[in-house]
Every structure is written in structure tokens, then in C-alpha cells.
């Protein structure tokens, strides 16, 4: 007998082979493996195989569009060891395709048209990372956009399909697309491996498709870092004051890979408990690095609520640099050393 699922996705894709759109049909592919349970993926597609339908055929092909390779850490190239039919779903539709319309066949197959990349708040909480799409016929283009947090980590927590024209009001800057696919990637990997993550309740019903299509970007780049701070150095420049090279190397050190999430609490953290936890600095660099945090925040979006918390913080820090009592453990470790190298200098920065 049928199970309910089975009779859902006939149904639902007898309607999908009227409207003959390979981009319907995806999305549809992906949150139909977004409510399957490990256990009922095998028993659907036996029932798949053995109805052997138009509608079972478009499923089953649609399912293997938008299904991730077995191993999800490699990219799948084609005629490669992870090309359709590596995966359960792809070795369930094999053939599928042979009597189905011939826009079926378009799914999966597009060409990635451009890339953006950049802030979705005013202080970069969360970044917005783009990448536009055409099948290989010129038609449905579409965009994606995938919400990656920033305070927790980087990891995807929202993400849609859109008509292209979505971009247009995000002011997102352009990126090389292999970076971005390759940011896409590695946020959706640090979902996964963080339980009880909080994400948006429609970002399942999109993951799949949404790693398809970023693993079919060429030239993609795992691990890019950000080169925020190489063009605040070369655009902005450092304030021409004694120490502030420096000091904005513990600032770089502090922002690390999320250099676009500056807000007042987090340049706040880093005035009054950062550095003075972590940092030993020359005379120099404290003097100079409210200055350097200052420029740094004009290039970083120059946002009034952070500026204000400068000010506010920016006086106490000198003295927060001498409070011995706010120093970590390697902080101490790395005075004590220190005073080993130079018996006759005290510590730098009190």
C-alpha cells in the first residue's frame, strides 16, 4: 500500500510536469528531503522505482537534482566518483530522465552568473552571501542568498531563491563567485556540526538546493579568509600616530574571520575586557588605539552607536591596561616571560 508521502510527492509532481519548470521542480525536490526521515528515504524510493510513472520518474530525478553526493566534504565534478548516482538518490534515478520531458533534464544544470557579498544589518551581525544562476537554456534566472551569522560562528541560518531583482535593494558588493560558494559551503558545514544551532524555520526546506547550487560554482574556495583589514590598510590607512601599527594588530587579532560584524557591544568587549585580558601593548600603541579604532570603524561602516560607545569606553583604557587584576592566564604567562628576557623592564603595558 502507499504511504502518504508517496502519494503527496505523485500528486504534487503531476502538477509539476504541467508547469514544466526546472526550478518549481527543485524547490520542490529540497523540501521534500528536508521532511524525510532517514528511515522512510529507502521504503519511498522502492515505491518510486517500483510505480515507474511520469510523476515517480520526476521525483526521483528532481530528488537526485538537489541530493548531496556521499561525501559531502568533496565537490562533485562532472563524470567524477561523485557525478549522479554516487548518492542513494542518484542511483535510484538512474534512467529516470530517459521518458521524461526535455526540461527535466535542465535541473541542475545552470551556470553561475555573479556573486555578492556584505553586511545584512548595519553592524554585520549577520552577512548576506549571493550568487545568481541561469539554467544552460538562458531561462529562470535566479538568484540565491544565504544569511550567515556572525556571533556565533558563521554558520548559515537562513537562506531563499529569488528572482534576480531581490538584489537590488541588499547593496551588496560583488565578489568572486568561487569565494562566495565556497563561504556558502562552509557555513552550512558549521550547522551541521553544531547542535541546537537556532536557524530560521524555512532555511531545511532550502539546504539542499542551496548546497547544490554552490558546489556547482567552479573554482571554488574553502576556507577563504576575509580581506577586510588588507583594504582598510590600503584605503583608509592607519592614523600616522606612534604605535598604531601596533595597536592594529591586536585589532585585527580581535575581529579575526568576521571583520564585518562591528557593533557598539562587540568594540565595547574589545575596549574594556579584550585587550586588557589579552593584549600587551607599548605605551604607544594604548595611546594610539582609540584613533585606530576610530578609523577602523569609519571604513567599517562609520555607524553613530559605535562611535558614541568609542567615546565612552576609549578613556578608560589606559588605566584598564595597568589593572593588573584584568589579565588571563597568557597574558601573565606571556608578562612572566617577558620579565625573564628583560629583568631590568617591566611588562609593556603595565
Known amino acids: 500500500m502507499s504511504t502518504s508521502t508517496f502519494r503527496t510527492a505523485i500528486a504534487q509532481a503531476r502538477d509539476l510536469l504541467r508547469w514544466r519548470s526546472p526550478l518549481r521542480t527543485e524547490l520542490w525536490a529540497a523540501r521534500l528531503l528536508a521532511d524525510l526521515e532517514p528511515e522512510q528515504v529507502e521504503p519511498l524510493l522502492r515505491e518510486l522505482a517500483d510505480d515507474g510513472g511520469a510523476e515517480a520518474r520526476l521525483t526521483l530525478a528532481a530528488l ?23 548518492s542513494v538518490f542518484g542511483r535510484a534515478a538512474e534512467g529516470a530522465l530517459d521518458a521524461l520531458p526535455g526540461w527535466a533534464g535542465r535541473m541542475g544544470r545552470v551556470a553561475c552568473e555573479g556573486a555578492w557579498y556584505g553586511r545584512a544589518d548595519p553592524y554585520g551581525e549577520q552577512i548576506l552571501a549571493a550568487l545568481s544562476f541561469r539554467y544552460e537554456n538562458g531561462k529562470e534566472p535566479h538568484v540565491l542568498v544565504v544569511g550567515i551569522d556572525q556571533p556565533h560562528g558563521g554558520l548559515a541560518v537562513d537562506a531563499v531563491v529569488e528572482e534576480v531583482k531581490f538584489l537590488d ?19 552550512f558545514e558549521l550547522g551541521d556540526r553544531l547542535l541546537g544551532a537556532e536557524v530560521a524555520d524555512t532555511l531545511p526546506g532550502v ?22 583589514a588588507e583594504r582598510f590598510a590600503e584605503l583608509e590607512g592607519l592614523p600616522e600616530l606612534p604605535g598604531a601599527r601596533e595597536a592594529f594588530g591586536k ?44 578609523a577602523w570603524t569609519r571604513f567599517n561602516g562609520d555607524q553613530p552607536a559605535v562611535s558614541r560607545r568609542i567615546d565612552e569606553d576609549a578613556p578608560r583604557l589606559a588605566a584598564l591596561m595597568a589593572d593588573e587584576s584584568l589579565a588571563g592566564l597568557g597574558k601573565r604567562l606571556a608578562q612572566a616571560e617577558l620579565a625573564q628576557d628583560r629583568p631590568d623592564q617591566g611588562p609593556q603595558g603595565g
Open 251 to 294: 585589532l585585527r587579532e580581535f575581529v579575526g574571520d568576521h571583520p564585518l560584524w562591528w557593533s557598539p557591544d562587540r568594540v565595547s568587549r574589545f575596549l574594556t575586557s579584550w585587550l586588557p585580558r589579552e593584549a600587551i601593548l607599548s605605551d604607544a600603541a594604548i595611546a594610539a588605539m582609540p584613533e585606530v579604532v576610530r
Open 169 to 187: 535593494d541588499l547593496g551588496l558588493a560583488a565578489a568572486e563567485p568561487g569565494v562566495v560558494a565556497g563561504r556558502v559551503l562552509d557555513a
Open 64 to 86: 537526485a537534482a538537489v541530493a548531496p553526493p556521499a561525501q559531502d566534504d568533496d565537490v562533485a565534478e562532472p563524470g567524477g566518483p561523485l557525478a549522479a548516482g554516487a
Open 207 to 228: 539546504r539542499a538546493l542551496a548546497v547544490a547550487r554552490a558546489r556547482s560554482v567552479p573554482g571554488l574556495v574553502r576556507g577563504a579568509g576575509d580581506d577586510t
